[in-house]
């Protein structure tokens, strides 16, 4: 079993009628305008929980509520992209400067501490850029296509990892085209989810589950022990990468929610601990039981240090150290009657060497080729 956290996609907005702020000088732009409200505002309803469509009608309409906002989401995208491109193109204007100004494009931040615990509500921040509302709106976007991967899960291994490795591409594109544009504006307090690092944190993540599904895959499939063992240990490296970008940056990451930092640690944990009992497996294979022994009572000290606080979490570690108990005393009993070998430790014990095989798939923005004039 995979540990889940579903937190990155709660995130909320404030309202945006762009036609009430933008002058348009034909009609055929105020559609566009139009549209682009009547879209957001759908996504606006479902993430801001105020919308009137039930849990079981949203369900019957597109596969569930998160299918729902995604495709929401997949057609208001392309309408901003469009926008964004026109005003681009007249953004000296001090007109459009001061209707980008009166949207108040506000999201809140879903990894952040204060935000969690806010009992007024979430707080909410103000960036006047519409690459703001594009990374916050492209961030949901990737946050729900890896709340998906998680719901399909246990029907279907190979459209889930996709998802995972889709989300991780889109999280990469935020990080690499997207909010380095918004880094000019250093002074703007910003959330958590709008920095390039933030995302890269994001992708790697994304990339880390992919990987976690391919192995639940190559488990069905009797791949050996051995590259088990190397698999799993990817996954603590992947994760360690995006610990060490975390913890580089202490005044970014100031707010960051506890229960984040104990999701990525916890499931490094559990990733290290899994591919200590294939690494034992492995070597017991190749007939060197004390190694295999000194390797399982490694794994179960490592293990018990980092059980997780969540109790969803705690009790699958639960299952996984019980699981490496019950194959060391096989182990020492088999070792005590037959073998008779030392029990190594320490840096006599083999070291884990991991292997990356997920990769993100890269996303491509589409854009809705309409015309846009605006009165200027």
Wanted: proline fraction near 3%.
């Amino acid at each position: 079993m995979m540990l889940h956290y579903l937190q990155p996609a709660k995130l909320q907005s404030k309202k945006i009628v762009f036609e009430d702020v933008f002058s348009a000088r034909d009609p055929a732009t105020l559609e566009h305008l139009k549209e682009l409200s009547s879209r957001r505002r759908v996504i606006e309803e479902s993430i801001n929980q105020s919308s009137f469509i039930t849990e079981a009608i949203a369900r019957e309409m597109s596969g569930g509520l998160t299918s729902h906002c995604l495709r929401k989401l997949e057609q208001y995208l392309p309408l901003l992209e469009n926008l964004i491109f026109h005003v681009d193109l007249v953004c000296s204007n001090h007109r459009v400067v001061r209707w980008i100004s009166e949207l108040k494009i506000r999201w809140s931040s879903a990894l952040s501490s204060s935000s969690l615990f806010n009992l007024r509500g979430p707080k909410f921040f103000q960036i006047d850029n519409l690459r703001y509302e594009l990374g916050m709106t492209l961030y949901l976007y990737a946050a729900l296509l890896r709340e998906r991967a998680i719901e399909i899960l246990p029907a279907d291994l190979v459209q889930s990892a996709t998802l995972f490795r889709e989300a991780s591409g889109v999280f990469q594109h935020l990080a690499n085209e997207v909010f380095p544009s918004l880094q000019s504006s250093q002074s703007v307090e910003r959330p958590l989810e709008a920095t390039p690092s933030m995302c890269t944190v994001m992708s790697i993540i994304c990339l880390a589950e992919a990987q976690a599904v391919t192995i639940r895959k190559a488990e069905e499939k009797g791949t050996t022990v051995g590259l088990l063992a190397k698999l799993h240990y990817g996954i603590t490296e992947l994760l360690g990468e995006a610990t060490a970008i975390v913890y580089s940056n202490t005044i970014e990451y100031k707010d960051i929610s506890s229960s984040f930092l104990e999701f990525i640690s916890s499931c490094k944990a559990l990733h290290e601990l899994r591919s200590r009992k294939y690494l034992a497996e492995s070597v017991k294979i190749g007939e060197q039981v004390g190694v295999a022994i000194g390797v399982l009572c490694d794994a179960l000290i490592n293990g018990k240090r980092e059980l997780p606080g969540e109790e969803s979490w705690r009790s699958i570690f639960g299952k996984e150290t019980d699981a490496a108990s019950d194959m060391l005393r096989k182990y020492e009993n088999e070792n005590e009657f037959v073998w008779h070998e030392k029990i190594p430790c320490g840096d006599e014990l083999p070291r884990l060497q991991g292997n990356k095989i997920a990769n993100a798939l890269p996303y491509h923005p589409k854009r809705w080729e309409r015309e846009l004039n605006f009165k200027i």
